[in-house]
């Protein structure tokens, strides 16, 4: 532990490494609760493996024609939010089959990344760290890009806190009450999409749905409110980051792998705990 310290008192990347895990976290913890409670979890999936294409993309358009102006998150926000229209389209309005469509854009995403990557010039090391993470590469750049989507997806997760809630419990209820269920939705996965792109810069495109919802199921042991689980998830999820930075520093392990095996034993911890208060519980009412 000692160490781990040192480096984030003595090296600039650590810094950058804790803070985008503290960000990402605030947005993880709102975010995820939305998730889980409206049960879309696999749709952050496909829109996850997605981001691959735009990350690809983005470095082609970097390397090989000179975008200099361009950073691989871009790119990675753009094939997130249009991941998030085409699902959000299709569920809507469409009569295709929700999974199908998930389904396909997970395997084009992925695809159209690994495409991309070969044909850029050289091996592009920074791209291949994006499926398994490594929040020790993020650049000030980033930390900035991060900055920006955590302040704008926690901003308008807040902000329609009501709005959200009612669509995630009772939709036929929300449209009786005239709100504009369609809108919310679309405007939900948008959210979705921006912090899987924020949560991909700290565990990689592959572990990234772990990160979403054990934080939000273990809090959801502790508390019953909407609001609570969400402060609960993003302190947990905290939590999870800078002890799994920690954890992994001297023994030079993944960061990202490290940050979910601990946010699993935690939630494997809470649920067993759980299981076994509500056994004590039922024998104390028999008495």
């Not at 419990?169 to 979705?192: H, I, N, P, Q």
Request: include cysteine; charged fraction near 10%; proline fraction near 2%.
């Amino acid at each position: 532990m000692s160490e781990f310290l040192d480096a984030v008192a003595n090296y600039k990347f650590m810094q950058y490494a804790l803070a985008t895990g503290l960000l990402a976290s605030v947005a993880c913890g709102v975010v995820g609760t939305y998730v889980t409670m409206r049960r879309i979890g696999y749709i952050a999936g496909g829109i996850s493996h997605c981001v691959l294409g735009g990350l690809g993309a983005a470095n082609y358009l970097i390397q090989v024609h000179g975008w200099t102006w361009l950073q691989p998150l871009h790119g990675a926000v753009f094939a997130a939010l249009l991941a998030a229209f085409i699902i959000g389209f299709v569920s809507l309005r469409a009569r295709e089959r929700e999974d199908t469509i998930i389904g396909a854009l997970w395997a084009v995403g992925m695809a159209a990344g690994v495409l991309f990557i070969a044909r850029t010039p050289g091996y592009s090391q920074d791209l291949m760290s994006y499926l398994f993470g490594n929040i020790l590469m993020v650049t000030p750049a980033d930390l900035w890009m991060v900055i920006a989507l955590d302040i704008f997806v926690v901003g308008l997760g807040v902000l329609l806190f009501n709005q959200f809630t009612a669509i995630c419990f009772d939709e036929e209820f929300a449209r009786t009450r005239g709100l504009r269920v369609d809108a919310l939705y679309m405007l939900l996965l948008c959210l979705t999409a921006l912090t899987v792109v924020l949560l991909v810069s700290v565990v990689g495109i592959v572990l990234v749905i772990a990160l979403l919802t054990l934080p939000v199921a273990v809090a959801g042991q502790m508390a019953r409110s909407m609001s609570r689980i969400m402060i609960l998830s993003s302190i947990l999820c905290a939590v999870f980051t800078t002890g799994g930075l920690a954890l992994s520093y001297a023994p030079n392990l993944p960061a990202g792998a490290t940050i979910i095996v601990l946010a699993a034993a935690a939630y494997l911890a809470a649920t067993l705990a759980g299981a076994v208060s509500r056994r004590l519980r039922a024998r104390a009412s028999l008495k």
